[in-house]
């Protein structure tokens, strides 16, 4: 059956087609998907079928009385059956009840009818099918049914026990896998936070399981899970962002295909009402997850490895800001780009730094000062030890960075000139010959000598920071020992993180140098202005 989705403020109420099997529902806390999941179980009045967990394993006195709903039929079948319990008090025990009196009266019935017809056989029951999805997701564990109960153990385990003594999760999967064949015909099953009390690994088994039960019915799952959202196979997601009390309406998106991001990063992002800004490097150990979410704090920081997939995320979900209205940036080393592949970038919304990569940002000349500062040390004079030794340095590494650079000129002036068109093999030799005269390797490299040995004859510290790609810059300084910080480049970048979370006077100073470096003119990280007038 089509599905009419709530109004939006402009009054249009966008379709969802029959042929869509599920359907999940997610938003930010308070963005009104409750509600937005309440007024279609509203509108779907007579199809609608609901299962939650949190509330069905748990004693209460609301009954949920929907038309066909897992309380309305037991209150039915204590009217029309003597073999059902009156005294369960949550909807799991109900569900059990019901169960088991379809049990019962099914073997009723094979007994009256085997005692006239030798050849009648024993019907299944939901029972039945509950048991053997049960077994396939706890292959070690084993359903019994005895003196009219309903028995589990072990493998390891011997010993009974009744349904009230399983744990939370194995109560969860034993009502979803129940709790879904009472359901109508073509029914729309609404379930509240599918992956309450199960276990990642079992998650997805679970809900394929259900799934399989009835493919005949619709699944909307209203979910805060964005792991759940995106591991289920060929699902539409309703972005709900906002509601509007006053007019009972919603500000939602039906989301169109995902474009290139994957599911994963997809979901991360409108899970939050922040803009997004991608970044290198993984969430737990990179330099950069721990110091960008404490510079550009109005942004979802998300990161992604490598700097070709911060810059195909960006892209991409860039050109889908049509639905989405979220500002999304990328942020990759600068390594040994030059000033066109920079601007370019750039004007791509992926900000490049004003230094060669993470590690030197950490060596900017401001957030020496104020580590240093900040454990007794003289500012002016900490930061001078540090530019010598980086100076020193950099003067014995400038023939090495100079042919690294060339290398990486040489190869971009390759791509691009590969790119041509040629008529046939001939003409390709005859341009690859050329190329090697063309694009004078020692040329360059010659230049980047003179050029760093220019930034190092002339103190110009920046400059060399731009340049220089040497990721154990920040222990053969001896900054941290310099700036008094023991304990080397690790405790030096947690002094630095410190005074980020800190959130003072030394924190913005910080703050500012590296928002600077990116050639960002405003101080508010939400503008990502460019300042034009800036060294590329």
Same mark, same amino acid.
């Given at each position: 059956?089509?599905?009419? $989705? /709530? =109004?939006?403020?402009?009054?249009?109420?966008?379709?969802?087609?029959?042929?869509?099997?599920?359907?999940?529902?997610?938003?930010?806390? !308070?963005? !009104?998907?409750?509600?937005?999941?309440?007024?279609?179980?509203?509108?779907?009045?007579?199809?609608?079928?609901?299962?939650?967990?949190?509330?069905?394993?748990?004693? *209460?006195?609301?009954?949920?009385?929907?038309?066909?709903?897992?309380?309305?039929?037991?209150?039915?079948?204590?009217?029309?059956?003597?073999?059902?319990?009156?005294?369960?008090?949550?909807?799991?025990?109900?569900?059990?009840?019901?169960?088991?009196?379809?049990?019962?009266?099914?073997?009723?019935?094979?007994?009256?009818?085997?005692?006239?017809?030798?050849?009648?056989? #024993?019907?299944?029951?939901?029972?039945?099918?509950?048991? *053997?999805?049960?077994?396939?997701?706890?292959?070690?564990?084993?359903?019994?049914?005895?003196?009219?109960?309903?028995?589990?153990?072990?493998?390891?385990?011997?010993?009974?026990?009744?349904?009230?003594?399983?744990?939370?999760?194995?109560?969860?999967?034993?009502?979803?896998?129940?709790?879904? $064949?009472?359901?109508?015909?073509?029914?729309?099953?609404? +379930?509240?936070? /599918? @992956?309450?009390?199960?276990? =990642?690994?079992?998650?997805?088994? +679970?809900?394929?399981?259900?799934?399989?039960?009835?493919?005949?019915?619709?699944?909307?799952?209203?979910?805060?899970?964005?792991?759940?959202?995106?591991?289920?196979? %060929?699902?539409?997601?309703?972005?709900?962002?906002?509601?509007?009390?006053?007019?009972?309406?919603?500000?939602?998106?039906?989301? =169109? /295909?995902?474009?290139?991001?994957?599911?994963?990063?997809?979901?991360?992002?409108? @899970?939050?009402?922040?803009? +997004?800004?991608?970044?290198? !490097?993984?969430?737990?150990?990179?330099?950069?997850?721990?110091?960008?979410?404490?510079?550009?704090?109005?942004?979802?920081?998300?990161?992604? @490895?490598?700097?070709?997939?911060?810059?195909?995320?960006?892209?991409?979900?860039?050109? #889908?800001?049509?639905?989405?209205?979220?500002?999304?940036?990328?942020?990759?080393?600068?390594?040994?780009?030059?000033?066109?592949?920079?601007?370019? #970038?750039?004007?791509?919304?992926?900000?490049? /730094?004003?230094?060669?990569?993470?590690?030197?940002?950490?060596?900017?000349?401001?957030?020496?000062?104020?580590?240093?500062?900040?454990?007794?040390?003289?500012? %002016?004079?900490?930061?001078?030890?540090?530019?010598?030794?980086?100076?020193?340095?950099?003067? &014995?590494?400038?023939?090495?960075?100079?042919? $690294?650079?060339?290398?990486?000129?040489?190869?971009?002036?390759?791509?691009?000139?590969?790119?041509?068109?040629?008529?046939?093999?001939?003409? #390709?030799?005859?341009?690859?010959?050329?190329?090697?005269?063309?694009?004078? =390797?020692? !040329?360059?490299?010659?230049?980047?000598?003179?050029?760093?040995?220019?930034?190092?004859?002339?103190?110009?510290?920046?400059?060399?920071?731009?340049?220089?790609?040497?990721?154990?810059?920040? %222990?053969?300084?001896?900054?941290?020992?310099?700036?008094?910080?023991?304990?080397?480049?690790?405790?030096?970048?947690?002094?630095?993180?410190?005074?980020?979370?800190?959130?003072? &006077?030394?924190?913005?100073?910080?703050?500012?140098?590296?928002?600077?470096?990116?050639?960002?003119?405003?101080?508010?990280?939400?503008?990502?202005?460019?300042?034009?007038?800036?060294?590329?």
């Amino acid at each position: 059956m089509d599905i009419l $989705l /709530p =109004p939006k403020a402009n009054g249009e109420q966008e379709k969802i087609a029959n042929r869509v099997h599920q359907l999940i529902i997610i938003g930010a806390n !308070g963005s !009104g998907k409750t509600r937005f999941t309440e007024r279609l179980i509203n509108d779907l009045s007579g199809k609608s079928f609901r299962i939650s967990a949190l509330k069905a394993l748990y004693d *209460s006195k609301e009954h949920n009385m929907l038309p066909g709903s897992i309380d309305s039929l037991c209150s039915d079948a204590l009217v029309a059956s003597s073999f059902i319990r009156n005294d369960a008090s949550s909807e799991f025990e109900r569900l059990m009840a019901l169960l088991l009196n379809e049990e019962v009266l099914n073997l009723i019935s094979y007994k009256v009818q085997a005692a006239t017809d030798k050849d009648v056989k #024993l019907g299944g029951t939901r029972l039945d099918k509950v048991i *053997s999805k049960w077994q396939e997701i706890f292959p070690e564990n084993r359903v019994l049914f005895e003196g009219g109960r309903l028995l589990f153990s072990r493998n390891i385990d011997p010993s009974t026990y009744s349904s009230m003594k399983l744990s939370a999760g194995e109560k969860a999967v034993l009502y979803y896998l129940g709790a879904v $064949l009472f359901a109508m015909e073509n029914a729309v099953i609404f +379930v509240d936070n /599918p @992956g309450i009390f199960l276990h =990642p690994s079992i998650m997805n088994m +679970v809900w394929n399981s259900v799934e399989e039960l009835r493919p005949d019915c619709t699944f909307i799952y209203t979910t805060h899970d964005l792991d759940f959202a995106s591991s289920r196979a %060929n699902n539409s997601v309703i972005w709900v962002r906002g509601y509007d009390a006053q007019t009972v309406t919603w500000d939602y998106a039906v989301l =169109p /295909p995902h474009s290139g991001l994957s599911d994963e990063i997809y979901m991360t992002i409108i @899970g939050s009402r922040k803009p +997004v800004l991608f970044i290198e !490097g993984d969430e737990t150990h990179s330099i950069d997850s721990k110091l960008y979410p404490l510079i550009f704090t109005e942004y979802t920081v998300k990161s992604l @490895g490598s700097c070709n997939k911060v810059i195909e995320a960006t892209r991409a979900f860039n050109d #889908l800001n049509t639905f989405h209205h979220l500002d999304s940036h990328g942020i990759v080393d600068r390594d040994r780009r030059d000033a066109k592949e920079v601007k370019y #970038l750039r004007d791509k919304k992926i900000f490049v /730094p004003d230094v060669a990569e993470i590690e030197n940002i950490l060596m900017l000349e401001e957030v020496i000062r104020t580590v240093a500062r900040r454990h007794g040390k003289n500012e %002016n004079q900490a930061f001078e030890k540090v530019k010598s030794a980086i100076l020193a340095q950099f003067k &014995q590494d400038i023939r090495q960075q100079a042919l $690294l650079h060339t290398r990486h000129r040489v190869k971009r002036t390759v791509e691009y000139r590969i790119d041509g068109k040629f008529s046939n093999i001939n003409s #390709l030799e005859d341009h690859m010959v050329d190329l090697v005269n063309e694009i004078n =390797p020692r !040329g360059i490299y010659e230049a980047f000598c003179r050029e760093f040995h220019g930034y190092a004859n002339s103190g110009a510290y920046q400059s060399v920071l731009r340049v220089y790609n040497q990721k154990s810059m920040i %222990n053969t300084s001896n900054v941290a020992s310099i700036c008094g910080v023991s304990g080397g480049k690790d405790e030096y970048i947690r002094s630095i993180i410190k005074i980020l979370k800190g959130n003072g &006077q030394d924190a913005v100073r910080i703050r500012r140098a590296i928002i600077r470096c990116f050639g960002i003119t405003d101080t508010a990280p939400a503008s990502m202005s460019i300042n034009k007038n800036e060294k590329n």
